[in-house]
């Protein structure tokens, strides 16, 4: 379910909301309303068939002061460059409130990556980094997995700046394959940092885990990842969904036989000993916790008193509109924001650059602990100012990350 709106301007709207109450100067305020580039591509792909088709894509950068900018690439029919930009400042406020040295950025494919063929993918992909070689680079703009991209994608990109240098440049990407210079614990970092986070929450509002149930929404490497952690943890998963619906057992599910099914037929529809529902049964179940895993807009004015959760994770980038979140506050939901709960990619993505650099690799046990280091420090920082400031978990995240960016801002000034 979406609600029709302009994505980047109700960031900015927020962001403006933000700095009004910290009283953040002008000068910083207009930098944080604006991307600071943009690139749109219409670029040409052999089909094989041998017609030639041509694809559309962007790469927005919207503020890279505190660093390399950052974020991922998106391939889906419906992408915009509105929302591509939405993302881009969402990754700015993202490795500000975990407190990484990176800036924000997004990109993204007009194009279903389910029609195409392996081949088709990969000179789609190898021409798209072409077209976008000017904006990338391991100091400059490091791209990532994101929906419809996979550590293979990562791989091509990764390879196709490298022929243009002449040499290998891993660190180009982030969520590539182990084999060239991938980070053990990156596939997974989203999904355990979405759980890491959950369990905080648990613990601070004095929740029983064994006792807790779960719904899922979307089944892609966030939700299933989050869904299977959290059931190694204790939790009973009673509900999970993907595009094609969702299924249902208050008993709790098997989710190592959902992802096995996932596996072998692309979807959770049609698992034995569950119900069968819709993606919107699926955000009204009664349960502890709430995971949005999908895409963004999926909880809106429309549906957000249907919403029976205690606590909201947001896993997805921006699934709840700001209409939605005044009713879920209202309600006295629990929501944990995206920019806090899926943080752990770009957190894991900041390890895999850093040992890329240095040409030195971590084990998976000090990733892991690395990242719970992390997770738990923001957690805490933005629970602090939730609780000075008397505010919700969101606008105390974008609190933390705008003075972040807005102090590094005015350390550096503005050229010339």
Request: glycine letters at 10%.
């Amino acid at each position: 379910m979406v609600e029709a709106s302009n994505a980047f301007q109700m960031i900015v709207r927020q962001i403006d909301a933000v700095c009004e109450r910290l009283k953040i100067k002008e000068a910083w305020r207009l930098r944080l309303g604006n991307c600071e580039r943009e690139l749109t591509v219409h670029f040409p792909v052999k089909m094989d068939d041998g017609r030639v088709k041509i694809f559309t894509g962007f790469r927005v950068v919207h503020n890279d002061t505190r660093g390399p900018a950052k974020g991922g690439l998106r391939y889906h029919p419906d992408v915009t460059l509105d929302e591509t930009r939405a993302l881009a400042a969402l990754m700015t406020l993202k490795t500000a409130v975990v407190n990484v040295p990176f800036g924000g950025a997004k990109g993204a494919v007009v194009c279903d990556p389910m029609t195409l063929s392996l081949d088709e993918l990969e000179r789609l992909t190898r021409r798209y980094t072409a077209e976008i070689t000017i904006m990338i680079g391991p100091e400059i703009d490091i791209p990532a997995p994101d929906v419809g991209t996979n550590p293979q994608i990562m791989a091509w990109i990764m390879d196709t700046y490298s022929m243009g240098k002449g040499y290998s440049v891993p660190a180009v990407t982030t969520g590539k394959p182990i084999e060239i210079g991938g980070s053990k614990g990156r596939f997974g970092a989203t999904g355990r940092g979405c759980t890491m986070i959950a369990l905080l929450t648990a613990k601070h509002l004095g929740l029983n885990l064994g006792e807790m149930t779960v719904a899922v929404q979307g089944f892609g490497n966030v939700g299933s990842t989050t869904a299977q952690f959290l059931s190694q943890e204790g939790c009973r998963i009673i509900g999970v969904s993907d595009i094609y619906g969702g299924v249902y057992n208050p008993k709790g599910l098997d989710i190592e036989g959902l992802l096995a099914q996932c596996k072998q037929t692309g979807s959770v529809v049609g698992f034995k000993e569950a119900e069968a529902i819709t993606n919107a049964e699926l955000l009204a179940l009664q349960c502890d916790i709430l995971v949005p895993a999908a895409i963004e807009n999926q909880i809106v004015k429309a549906n957000a008193a249907d919403i029976k959760a205690r606590i909201i994770v947001e896993g997805a980038n921006a699934p709840t509109t700001s209409e939605a979140d005044r009713i879920l506050n209202d309600r006295g939901v629990f929501v944990v924001p995206d920019i806090l709960t899926n943080a752990g990619g770009v957190v894991v993505s900041y390890f895999e650059w850093v040992q890329d650099v240095q040409a030195f690799f971590w084990s998976e046990d000090e990733i892991n602990r690395q990242l719970q280091a992390v997770m738990e420090n923001a957690f805490y920082q933005v629970l602090e100012v939730s609780q000075r400031q008397k505010v919700d978990l969101r606008d105390a995240a974008y609190m933390l990350a705008i003075k972040r960016v807005a102090d590094a801002m005015q350390a550096r000034g503005i050229f010339p």
